[in-house]
């Protein structure tokens, strides 16, 4: 699943690993939650023992490729505490005031978080790139400072998932006339979606691009047009990454005899 | 349930209103989970169509008293795209140097969101009266200051729900001790909990202070020496006051036959 240079992109519908029903698939998410639901308590106790790791999912994909659908059904399995979500809009005027990475890093998950980055720095390099408004030389500037970035976030204890959200435009065609026709989907909808649809090929090509240039942190490319399979490789990637990093309850910093002695001297004034 | 000048507290270990029995409100907890979702599916959505309003989720109580709980299996039930988290710990320096209120406010719901305080700006009255830090002066004037607050945030939009999760001290030995006893368990214990559980009868009084002087936005105290009864109450209401809020998905800022029209015309390139 790991993006290489030489890797084409996989057909959005193919199961490549894992469950290929889906009964068995919607099985083996619950099972995949249970266990990132463990590692990640486990994650955010270390965070609160004085560790300083932390792990960034970054979802990147075309419009309705189901950044969204991936939150509510994978993070929705873990305790909201420990989860941090952000969704990258396109920038405000105050936002476009500042470097392009400064409304990224203020949203950084904390020790013992996991954050969640819907949309993110990506963008930045992608929507330009695509409107032809970044010159080769900015955007190989951007491609320095978005690995050193990523470079300085592995430094600091934060490990970074990238995960692009492999969707066809056959699947994205029954999606957006889902949101258009189904009443309380149209919220979703944006006019602008159907832009970035005209210029499909133009966007495919700029993600290949990216894959490329900032694979020192490996891009996951999750075949998206099936959503239960979608959902579980998610799940099953944060899992690995989380068992990877391998979170310890911290030791406690207290004596655990002294503290049981004490407990029972501690009158309770009615 | 609300709190009212006369309301003694509560027996912590009973059941007011609702279920009466563990299984019986486990199966209402789902209910009304999904009843929440769904209405916070409105909520979000009337953000992202400019609304301006958002829920706040105040949650107070003696340390064992299952904020956390709550958040993991109430919270637990909504999209994490919808849930805004911060846990207010004891201040640290460079939050010292601010009001009191700073920190608070940085961390308010976004339009469409619920947000949920784990402690709150009620600690900055709470634990400095407790510890004799506050003169009966500087008291009235954070209990204005407070109760400015929250009419702020009515008029902004944001609806602030209080719940106070009361517990029994002989409760709350047992929680402390399973905390201590529970090697997986022994991050969550802070021998600080100790030195407050010492001072149980100031807190109580500390805490009825409060509600009498802040009710004009109401506290719900919530018995919670049982977790089932616990969730499914902070559930109920959460559920109940989005219900009143009554969140609308918005109107189409679009003409959905023009869109769908150009969504049949809009090729994609191979």
Same mark, same amino acid.
């Given at each position: 699943m790991r993006f290489t240079k030489? @890797? $084409?992109? %996989?057909? $959005?519908? #193919?199961? $490549?690993?894992?469950?290929?029903?889906k009964a068995k698939g919607e099985k083996k998410l619950l099972a995949a939650g249970r266990l990132l639901d463990e590692r990640q308590e486990a994650l955010y106790a270390e965070g609160v023992g004085g560790g300083s790791r932390s792990l960034l999912l970054v979802l990147q994909g =075309?419009? @309705? /490729?189901?950044k969204g659908g991936t939150v509510s059904h994978v993070l929705g %399995? #873990?305790?909201? =505490?420990g989860v941090h979500y952000t969704a990258f809009k396109k920038p405000t005027p105050a936002e476009r005031r500042h470097h392009y990475l400064w409304r990224v890093r203020r949203q950084l998950p904390k020790p013992g978080q996991i954050g969640v980055f819907d949309? /993110?720095?990506y963008e930045d390099i992608l929507v330009p790139r695509v409107q032809g408004l970044l010159t080769a030389e900015e955007r190989r500037r951007r491609y320095t400072e978005i690995n050193a970035f990523e470079r300085e976030l592995a430094e600091a204890g934060t490990t970074v998932l990238k995960v692009f959200l492999h969707i066809s435009p056959e699947e994205q065609y029954k999606r957006l006339k889902a949101r258009l026709v189904t009443p309380e989907k149209r919220w979703k909808y944006n006019p602008a979606d159907l832009d970035a649809r005209a210029q499909w090929g133009d966007y495919q090509k700029a993600y290949l691009d990216i894959f490329a240039k900032t694979s020192a942190t490996p891009w996951h490319i999750v075949p998206a047009d099936h959503k239960w399979y979608r959902n579980w490789l998610v799940a099953h990637l944060l899992a690995e990454t989380l068992d990877e990093m391998d979170p310890r309850f911290p030791e406690p910093d207290f004596a655990v005899d002294e503290e049981l002695a004490k407990l029972d001297t501690v009158g309770v004034p009615g």
């Open positions: 030489d @890797t $084409p992109l %996989l057909d $959005p519908g #193919v199961f $490549p690993i894992g469950p290929d029903k =075309m419009d @309705t /490729s189901g %399995l #873990v305790n909201p =505490m949309r /993110s720095h």
